[in-house]
């Protein structure tokens, strides 16, 4: 039994459940010198990162395999290169806390290819930043794929200065080719052009990322009780991802008792209803009207599963 590895851990406030659950995605940490590899390593982390005690034993825990790569020839280089890019220490731990093995990949070649063929199509430092800090996985896959889905961007007449270029890379990166084109072949039989998907996809990229029956479900839902054609639906693509059971079904059944009730006009902007904030919902539509109808939140609460 390796004693001092588990000391070791134990001394960096780590308890039994996150060291079996660490030992078991990677048994041969066990091998490793606590004091040679180890503990110079977690002190990097906390000290040259900047990760405070019980975030790194948070990590560590899940992503046991953050401790693998060397300290100077991988970790320590990676670190400087990256803070490089997203400008200060604390967007470094934001970094990494989304992706703990990012620092385990080399850095300094992978970044500096993509950050080049991304300025060299015309996006910002500062996007770039902004894109390596929400998304650091999107790094660890190929370049030929990375090069494949800029020119793919550019095709279809993205903006590298947009706001939404970053969303439409990330949600492009994501899909292999095939399940992109698997997702337009669905949205077309759903009722929209080549034309009409390009606009949707431009004005809201994320929705991509939808499982194939999470988008039939809801475009169904607006088409079934709403009413709504796929022309209504481009004019608020930012309800495709929003979620049914937890948003839109609810807010619906709200505004149904309320119509039913006549307390609203029958002219009820679907749009807007299902974009604005939870806190603005629940003081237009459900605190505003208790009175008159003491069961709307009832009503809000079971169809949210509260």
């Known amino acids: 039994m390796p004693i001092p590895v588990l000391s070791l851990f134990k001394n960096h406030g780590f308890d039994q459940t996150q060291l079996s659950q660490m030992i078991t995605q990677f048994p041969a940490i066990l091998t490793f010198d606590p004091d040679k590899i180890l503990r110079p390593k977690m002190e990097f982390f906390l000290h040259r990162v900047g990760f405070s ?11 046991p395999l953050m401790l693998k790569g060397s300290l100077e020839r991988r970790l320590n280089r990676s ?6 890019v997203v400008g200060s220490g604390e967007n470094v731990i934001a970094t990494i806390s989304r992706f703990p093995l990012l620092l385990n990949y ?3 070649n992978i970044l500096s290819s993509k950050a080049t063929l991304l300025q060299d199509h015309g996006m910002r430092e500062s996007d770039i930043s902004m894109y390596v800090m929400r ?22 007449g993205f903006d590298p200065l947009s706001r939404l270029y970053i969303q439409a890379l990330h949600t492009m990166w994501g899909l292999s080719s095939s399940n992109w084109q698997r997702k337009c072949e669905i949205c077309k039989s759903l009722g929209w052009s080549e034309d009409e998907l390009l606009k949707l996809i431009k004005k809201s990229p994320f929705f991509m990322r939808l499982s194939e029956t999470n988008i039939r479900k809801k475009v ?33 059944a709200v505004m149904q008792m309320l119509l039913s ?21 629940l003081n237009k539509f459900v605190n505003k009207y208790e009175e008159e109808a003491p069961k709307l939140m009832e009503a809000y609460t079971k169809e949210v599963g509260v």
């Open 106 to 108: 080399d850095i300094p």
């Open 135 to 156: 998304y650091p996985r999107d790094l660890s896959g190929g370049h030929d794929r990375f090069i494949e889905v800029v020119s793919e961007l550019k095709k279809m």
């Open 79 to 84: 670190f400087d290169f990256l803070k490089g």
């Open 261 to 281: 009730n006549g307390l609203l006009k029958k002219d009820v902007n679907w749009g807007k209803i299902f974009s604005i904030n939870e806190k603005d919902f």
């Open 220 to 252: 169904k839902f607006f088409m079934t009780h709403l009413g709504w054609d796929s022309s209504v639906i481009s004019k608020y693509p930012q309800c495709l991802n929003f979620s049914l059971e937890k948003r839109i079904i609810p807010r619906y």
């Open 53 to 63: 005690p019980s975030h790194l034993v948070e990590l560590v825990s899940r992503r």
